[in-house]
């Protein structure tokens, strides 16, 4: 696709489940970044890839967080007994590093509830 | 802890004027500024990139970036009120580092 895609759009779980979110970043594109955005807040860095590995890890929010990513592409962030405080839109974004990774293109977001 | 600030706003400006935006950041070292547009229920959209000082002009929209005083601003010329939305301001260190997102400034065009 032309886009940065992101699955499921939406997901609503039970506390204490675990959920994982996708992440499919534009084609040869190197970087890729999680973000989380509550609603009315700004974007809260979670964590970025430089091809499959993660320079920096420094917003996950706890243990619970991991996120992977494989083949240099496709990214799953998983949360692990998801809180009603996790509840938030997770947003991907991915760009050329080439360009310092700050041009990113973001997808349209998975909307995470928490029952 | 490097930072990224903006006034949240509102800033509402009538129909036609010129909409100033302007971001703050903490590290004289900063190298890459970038500006994000953010609808309402929608994801955040890169407008511009600067990375020199003065300005940089992109059709409606203009970028100015001064490293001396550690300030990055957005002027919208002719605003619309499809312009109105949130402006996120944000700040890369170096070409190996994240970038900082400012918490945004929202914009309100009154027609």
């Known amino acids: 696709g032309a886009g940065v895609s992101q699955s499921p759009s939406n997901k609503v779980t039970e506390k204490g489940k675990d959920v994982e979110l996708r992440c499919d970043p534009i084609s040869g594109h190197t970087a890729l970044y999680w973000y989380r955005q509550s609603l009315g807040q700004g974007l809260e860095f979670l964590i970025y890839?430089?091809?499959?590995?993660?320079?920096?890890k420094s917003g996950l929010p706890s243990d619970r967080f991991s996120a992977e990513r494989t083949g240099g592409s496709v990214s799953t962030l998983t949360i692990q007994r998801t809180q009603q405080e996790d509840s938030a839109v997770y947003l991907c974004?991915?760009?050329?590093?080439?360009?310092?990774?700050?041009?990113?293109?973001f997808g349209p977001g998975t909307r995470l509830t928490v029952l | 802890q490097k930072e990224v600030e903006q006034n949240s706003g509102p800033l509402s400006v009538p129909e036609g004027a010129i909409a100033s935006l302007n971001c703050t950041y903490s590290?004289?070292?900063?190298?890459?500024f970038f500006w994000y547009r953010q609808y309402s229920g929608k994801s955040p959209e890169l407008i511009m990139s600067?990375?020199?000082?003065g300005d940089k002009e992109d059709g409606r929209f203009t970028a100015q970036l001064n490293k001396a005083s550690q300030y990055v601003s957005l002027l919208i010329r002719d605003s619309q009120p499809s312009d109105s939305a949130t402006y996120l301001c944000a700040a890369q260190y170096s070409s190996a580092s994240k970038i900082i997102f400012g918490s945004g400034t929202r914009l309100s065009i009154r027609p």
């Open positions: 974004a991915s760009s050329l590093w080439t360009s310092g990774g700050g041009e990113q293109f």
């Open positions: 590290d004289r070292v900063s190298q890459s």
């Open positions: 600067i990375y020199s000082n």
């Open positions: 890839f430089q091809g499959n590995s993660a320079p920096d």
